[in-house]
């Protein structure tokens, strides 16, 4: 019968409790008091770490007296060290303890596995050899995302971008202690490092986890109803080429655009046109840095991945100006913090590529409406790209000018307008202003345009039936402004002889007009 010391690496991810029932280890095992505080600690913050490894134990227990194991392996909680010990400082006091009471360190971490042995002490090693983790199971063929539930059928989500169907893994609804075994390995393996395996996020009853390209995020009860994991994959990495865009648009991010926003609803690939974006300005020779959270962003190593989540709004903001960066993505905006790291970057003079959540191309200006104010938007944005099904579906450009907003007629309400146009044809869609108190976002796309009241319409055809024949004149109206169509031959004739009798009609009812080709 030996004596075997448990390293907190082996809680975790639950190779203790199957060495232990498969046989593997007899005698007295020692668990260190600090490990069970540490993991205490988390629990009780509802840290996603701290509720797999408690739970761990309460089935180490009560696997022992089920299987009538208890004579067999008796368990001993020691005090190795100090109380309030921390993650780091675990493997230290294992390997104290097993020198100074001649007992087998049991771990799961390569790193501690190599340590115990330059020491000179017996090592049991349950780490699992390398290879796919449960999670990486579900993914085949076109899987873009998993979807876990305890007590309901595993689904994915598969297909591409835009065009994807909800698909059924199995009939047999997954089980807590499934989900949990899933959730131990992605901790354990955190935990030992140098698996491309990342805790990037650790808040009371959540994790997100990185592992290679996956992103997962685990929700604990009671913030959901029931123990749940999201694994999501890239499914492509593109090129800026491979968007086919107009050579107008890649002349402007190449020479101009630098407040830039990627905007669009979630799944429509704006990380992976920000990934592409990113890895054009570096092959122009550009220094490239992001701000993720999580790190999920899969790029040359060239490029420096900054995590929001490891440092606050002013670290990052010194890192990056004091680095001079000429070009920083900020992978999903969410919250006023990152908005204003975003804007005051923006005015030191970096320049800004950040990544939105939008249903419309303007919904990603307005975000930015209520936080700045408006004669500050053209310089912290003049560009915005919008995202749906994986393509460029819209560009925008924004400019500041002094005008009587459309729709206003009187000159004394002049005022400064941000205007936004769709940046191919030159079209004015959209002008941002402040009436009194209000900001306005007021859209200016022609609508179907419909027929003008029959006084002004025969007031129009009385006042150019000199120019042009009736019957070759058409009138409507289209978003307030009355649009007068006369044959090309007529036209110059109208926009010279009959600008006088249209501006008196223009006073007369209180409308603007405008000439165009039939």
Do not use: C
Request: net charge neutral; no cysteine.
């Amino acid at each position: 019968m030996g004596k075997y010391v448990a390293d907190i690496s082996v809680i975790l991810d639950g190779s203790l409790k199957e060495a232990v029932i498969s046989g593997n280890i007899r005698g007295t095992l020692f668990l260190l008091e600090e490990a069970v505080d540490y993991l205490e600690r988390l629990a009780r913050q509802g840290d996603g770490v701290g509720l797999v490894g408690v739970e761990e134990l309460k089935d180490l227990r009560t696997s022992l007296e089920k299987l009538g194991l208890s004579e067999l392996v008796r368990v001993e909680y020691v005090q190795a060290g100090r109380r309030q010990a921390e993650l780091e400082e675990m493997p230290s006091l294992v390997r104290k303890f097993a020198r100074e009471n001649g007992a087998v360190v049991v771990t799961s971490d390569p790193f501690l596995r190599d340590s115990a042995a330059v020491m000179g002490l017996d090592v049991m090693y349950l780490g699992r050899e390398r290879g796919p983790l449960q999670i990486e199971r579900f993914f085949e063929r076109d899987i873009m995302s998993v979807h876990l539930k305890e007590g309901a059928p595993p689904q994915a989500k598969a297909g591409r971008p835009g065009y994807w169907r909800l698909v059924k893994l199995s009939d047999e609804p997954m089980s807590r202690g499934q989900l949990e075994s899933i959730v131990r390995e992605l901790i354990s393996e955190a935990a030992k490092g140098g698996g491309g395996t990342r805790l990037e996020i650790r808040r009371p009853h959540s994790l997100i986890v990185q592992h290679k390209d996956l992103r997962i995020v685990v929700a604990f009860p009671p913030v959901s109803d029931g123990l749940e994991i999201t694994a999501v994959k890239p499914l492509v990495r593109r090129s800026l080429e491979d968007y086919n865009l107009d050579p107008k648009v890649v002349e402007r991010l190449e020479k101009s655009a630098e407040g830039i926003l990627i905007s669009g609803p979630p799944g429509a690939g704006k990380t992976t046109f920000a990934q592409a974006l990113a890895e054009f300005y570096l092959s122009k020779g550009k220094i490239v840095k992001t701000v993720e959270s999580p790190r999920d962003m899969i790029l040359s190593r060239s490029i420096t991945q900054l995590s929001k989540n490891y440092a606050t709004s002013e670290e990052i903001h010194d890192l990056l100006l004091l680095s001079r960066p000429d070009y920083t993505i900020f992978d999903e905006m969410r919250d006023t913090a990152d908005f204003q790291l975003y804007v005051d970057l923006r005015l030191a003079g970096v320049g800004m590529v950040g990544v939105v959540h939008a249903t419309s191309p303007i919904d990603a200006v307005q975000r930015f409406v209520r936080r700045v104010e408006l004669g500050m938007i053209p310089s912290i944005i003049d560009t915005v790209i919008y995202m749906k099904d994986g393509e460029v579906k819209k560009v925008y450009s924004l400019s500041m000018t002094v005008k009587v907003p459309a729709g206003m007629r009187e000159e004394d309400l002049s005022r400064p307008v941000v205007v936004v146009k769709d940046f191919l044809t030159g079209e004015p869609e959209y002008e941002i202003y402040v009436f009194g108190e209000e900001t306005f976002v007021v859209p200016l796309r022609r609508g179907e345009g419909r027929a003008p009241s029959k006084k002004l319409l025969s007031a129009v055809v009385s006042a150019l039936k000199r120019y042009v024949p009736p019957q070759e004149i058409r009138v409507e109206e289209v978003d307030g402004v009355v649009v007068v169509k006369v044959p090309e031959e007529h036209l110059a004739v109208v926009a010279s002889r009959g600008a006088g009798k249209l501006d008196r009609l223009r006073r007369r009812f209180s409308v603007d007009f405008r000439v165009e080709p039939l």
